[in-house]
């Protein structure tokens, strides 16, 4: 079992160590559609848990993207830039948006684990 | 990311093609008071592409249809609209606008001048979902006593678009070959009765078929078994006719937008404006000869970040000078495209404006639509 965490607002986030991998969930990119632009953060913002982390445009709309938990963001995934449609082809992998150095992995209990995340988004449906 | 659900008030309808969607795989959303598919399976960008490369089948049911009968009805309704249909041959339609006394849009519509069999003439309409209403009580409230206006409840409308259409529909029936841009005729297709025209909001060739709600479906299900035909939703209907350059009713032109200023100048009948022989016309006709101060444009963003309707455009010291009506990605240049409002100094082809986006300074071309060339069928 992972230890992935999801928001309600269908990002996850995976703990190795202190650095978190930041993502949004499959559910969000069949929700969102064709991924046209990603917009991510400079390398090295501090961000609160909640703060908007980026924003992915989508043919219809776009969408904020919210940091699950408060930290640094230490790398964000350029792939992203000249192949946006990877967050439509693997959301859950290849298609991350940042790792962060986690300040606080306690922030992380209040989040929702797999099984959990997977009976709120049949809830949406 | 923020949640995209909402509350809505009244129940919503339901197209005749509803369960087919669903069986079809559609993300069903609320639209204009309807159910209606945003998109299939397949996605926005290739639904997008395959009506620009082959066929792509919409339902458009939910949009308004009706017929004014009676005495002389297309003079009667010329009356309440921007250009002329007096002089349109049996069966031709033409692209019009239902102007206010002030000269804003009601609304846009397509009106189409037929003979009915018995040999008197009536006037087709197609108008918005979400105006039909409003627009259904004011032609009736407005039009010549001597005329009526019959809703078209009991009628569904599907558009078959791209550049594959008439080799698809002339294995119904090889009649429909016959029409260019812009026209129609009543006849069987499938062993049903049907309205079909060579029209379409997508910039590509194609038809328009209405047809009782209760054929919809298996019709629908007919036309789906040739092997050209994929389904479309109305993510890709958008996108498709922001490439066109063409309007959608409250977000490009609205009561507050003048035919002139929407650029739409070519759907208004200058003798007609001068005899002050339409709503709003004396002002129409003000704007034609003295100018306007601003105008819709088309917009081309620097770089590749869409963006949406309502972002303020500035000048290049910041000053805000318009305004984008329609945004949005174009699957076709891959690239973002746009439409907006801009103060009529700013508005020449080729002129250089600016977008402010989450803090970021993005630079706009004003630049000529369609952005995708139509490929309308005119038959010559």
Known sequence: MSNRRYTEDHEWIELEGNIGVVGITDYAQEQLGDVVFVELPDVG???????????????????????????????????????????????????????MHVTNIDELNDLMDEVAYSSYILGLQ | MESTSGAHKAPLKHTPLNALHKQFGARMVPFSGYQMPVQYKAGII???????????????SHMGQAIIHGENPALNFEKLISNNITDLADGYMRYSLLTNESGGILDDLIVTRRSTDSGREDIHIVVNANRKDTDFQYIEENIDQFCT???????????????????????????????????????????????????????????????PASKTEDFTLRLLEEPEVKLVGLGARDSLRLEAGLCLYGHDIDTNTSPIEAALGWVVDK???????????????????????????????????PLRESTLIIDNVGREIGYVTSGGYSPTMERP???????ISHSN??????????????????????????QYHRGV
């Open chain 1, 45 to 99: 913002i501090r961000l609160t848990k909640s703060d908007e982390l980026g924003v992915v445009e989508s043919v219809k709309a776009a969408a904020e993207i919210y940091a699950p938990a408060s930290g640094e963001v230490v790398e964000v995934n350029e792939e992203l830039s000249s192949n946006p449609s990877l967050v439509n082809d693997d959301a859950d992998g290849a298609g991350w948006f940042v790792k």
């Open chain 2, 46 to 60: 290739k639904e997008h592409n395959h009506v620009r490369q082959v066929a792509g089948l919409f339902d458009v």
């Open chain 2, 337 to 343: 495209i746009a439409m907006g409002y801009l103060e």
């Open chain 2, 349 to 374: 082809l080729g002129s250089k404006v600016w977008a402010n986006l989450r803090g970021k300074k993005l630079e706009l071309t004003v630049v000529s639509l369609p952005f995708v060339k139509h």
């Open chain 2, 149 to 211: 206006l019959e809703v078209l409840d009991e009628l569904a409308l599907i558009a078959l678009q791209g550049p594959k259409s008439e080799e698809v529909l002339t294995r119904f029936n090889t009649r429909v070959a016959d029409l260019v841009f812009m026209s129609s005729l009543e006849t069987m297709i499938n062993g049903i009765k049907c309205f079909v025209s060579r029209s379409g909001y997508t910039g590509e060739d194609g038809f328009e078929i209405s047809l």
């Open chain 2, 271 to 305: 003798q007609r404006c001068e005899l002050n022989s339409f709503p709003g016309a004396k002002s129409i006709f003000k704007q034609i000869t003295e100018g306007v101060s601003r105008r819709r444009v088309g917009l081309l963003p620097d770089g590749p970040i």
